[in-house]
């Protein structure tokens, strides 16, 4: 174990008792006396489950028994608005993304929920999304990129998962920070299918959520991968620069999941998980098993830092969904 991550863990494991000790107030005082609920709004198997489960069993051991409940439909909104409804005591959370909390609420005329229904406990982890261009474009980096779609208006084509996510919205955001550039958006049901048109040559670009795939086809030389949307260079893939420092300073998403709980819950409650959740993921073991999936774990999130993020995403978001008209659909 390097020697930070065990002095960041030591560091957490004191704070165990503080945990236990942590002011309680009004009908938090007990809290929690009977198990808490974390709903995945998805079907078991996918994504939510491999970041929504180790949390799960964590929390089993430092607040009690905790299970898992899949309410899956409409894109992750019926479970949502599921948990919205509950009675704000902590009992009830919700396993959230970018697409459930930011996305689907800008886009849809009656998700069941709003964005103000919710409160940020904190934030799991974090993806990237990567830009991976079919060998035949000329551009050895984003500049070139931006370059060569303006030099050929509408001979590139990107591929996303679909129309209104993530993937889509960043890049129209891509193309309206480099100059309304002419690319045709070409939706798939899910990335593989667009990543197998990217190979054999039929889209020019992809953007999808970094992988190993994706980074073994680009040592493959099958793919190339120019840039990634966060605000750093990922710690598995540190020779792929950031898009921020690749001249578009303002293309930033991070695709994420995180624990959120109804409105009105009370303070104490929500502090209590928070503590609880970030004791949880300063485990090396847990750290190590996300990391392994490809994704990297939030080991300083809180309620203020993970809500900022949230607010910064939904203003940055609303203006490019609505310049394509996605809004309120």
């Given at each position: 174990m390097a020697s930070s991550t065990r002095r960041h863990f030591v560091h957490a494991l004191s704070g165990a008792a503080a945990l236990a000790a942590l002011p309680r107030s009004g009908h938090a005082a007990d809290y929690p006396s009977r198990p808490i609920r974390l709903v995945i709004p998805y079907g078991a198997g996918g994504a939510g489950d491999q970041i929504g489960r180790p949390w799960v069993n964590r929390m089993s051991s430092l607040l009690g028994p905790t299970f898992v409940e899949y309410i899956g439909g409409a894109g992750g909104a019926i479970g949502?608005?599921?948990v919205a409804r509950e009675e704000p005591d902590g009992y009830s959370l919700l396993l959230g993304n970018g697409s459930t909390q930011v996305i689907i609420p800008l886009t849809s005329k009656n998700p069941g929920y709003s964005v103000g229904?919710?409160?940020a406990i904190y934030r799991l982890i974090s993806t990237a999304l990567?830009?991976?261009i079919h060998p035949s474009v000329p551009a050895a980096d984003m500049r070139g990129l931006i370059a060569y779609a303006k030099a050929n208006p509408g001979k590139l084509s990107y591929g996303t998962p679909g129309i209104g996510t993530g993937n889509h919205l960043v890049g129209e955001s891509f193309k309206q920070q480099a100059g309304a550039l002419d690319m045709v958006h070409v939706p798939y049901r899910g990335i593989s299918q667009a990543t197998n048109d990217l190979?054999?040559?039929q889209i020019s670009l992809v953007i999808g959520v970094m992988s190993d795939q994706l980074k073994q086809l680009g040592e493959a030389g099958k793919v190339r991968l120019l840039?990634?949307?966060t605000e750093r260079r990922l710690s598995g893939a540190p020779e792929i620069p950031?898009?921020?420092e690749s001249g578009m300073p303002g293309l930033r998403y991070e695709g994420w999941f995180g624990i959120f709980a109804?409105?009105?819950t009370d303070d104490?409650?929500?502090?209590?998980i928070a503590q609880a959740t970030r004791l949880a993921m300063a485990d090396p073991a847990l750290q190590a098993s996300y990391r392994a999936q490809g994704i990297e774990p939030d080991i300083d999130s809180s309620p203020d830092k993970f809500q900022r993020i949230i607010d910064a995403e939904t203003a940055s978001l609303a203006p490019v969904i609505k310049s394509i008209g996605l809004g309120n659909l």
């Amino acid at each position: 174990m390097a020697s930070s991550t065990r002095r960041h863990f030591v560091h957490a494991l004191s704070g165990a008792a503080a945990l236990a000790a942590l002011p309680r107030s009004g009908h938090a005082a007990d809290y929690p006396s009977r198990p808490i609920r974390l709903v995945i709004p998805y079907g078991a198997g996918g994504a939510g489950d491999q970041i929504g489960r180790p949390w799960v069993n964590r929390m089993s051991s430092l607040l009690g028994p905790t299970f898992v409940e899949y309410i899956g439909g409409a894109g992750g909104a019926i479970g949502t608005a599921a948990v919205a409804r509950e009675e704000p005591d902590g009992y009830s959370l919700l396993l959230g993304n970018g697409s459930t909390q930011v996305i689907i609420p800008l886009t849809s005329k009656n998700p069941g929920y709003s964005v103000g229904d919710f409160r940020a406990i904190y934030r799991l982890i974090s993806t990237a999304l990567v830009f991976a261009i079919h060998p035949s474009v000329p551009a050895a980096d984003m500049r070139g990129l931006i370059a060569y779609a303006k030099a050929n208006p509408g001979k590139l084509s990107y591929g996303t998962p679909g129309i209104g996510t993530g993937n889509h919205l960043v890049g129209e955001s891509f193309k309206q920070q480099a100059g309304a550039l002419d690319m045709v958006h070409v939706p798939y049901r899910g990335i593989s299918q667009a990543t197998n048109d990217l190979v054999s040559g039929q889209i020019s670009l992809v953007i999808g959520v970094m992988s190993d795939q994706l980074k073994q086809l680009g040592e493959a030389g099958k793919v190339r991968l120019l840039a990634v949307t966060t605000e750093r260079r990922l710690s598995g893939a540190p020779e792929i620069p950031t898009a921020m420092e690749s001249g578009m300073p303002g293309l930033r998403y991070e695709g994420w999941f995180g624990i959120f709980a109804p409105r009105q819950t009370d303070d104490a409650i929500i502090d209590r998980i928070a503590q609880a959740t970030r004791l949880a993921m300063a485990d090396p073991a847990l750290q190590a098993s996300y990391r392994a999936q490809g994704i990297e774990p939030d080991i300083d999130s809180s309620p203020d830092k993970f809500q900022r993020i949230i607010d910064a995403e939904t203003a940055s978001l609303a203006p490019v969904i609505k310049s394509i008209g996605l809004g309120n659909l």
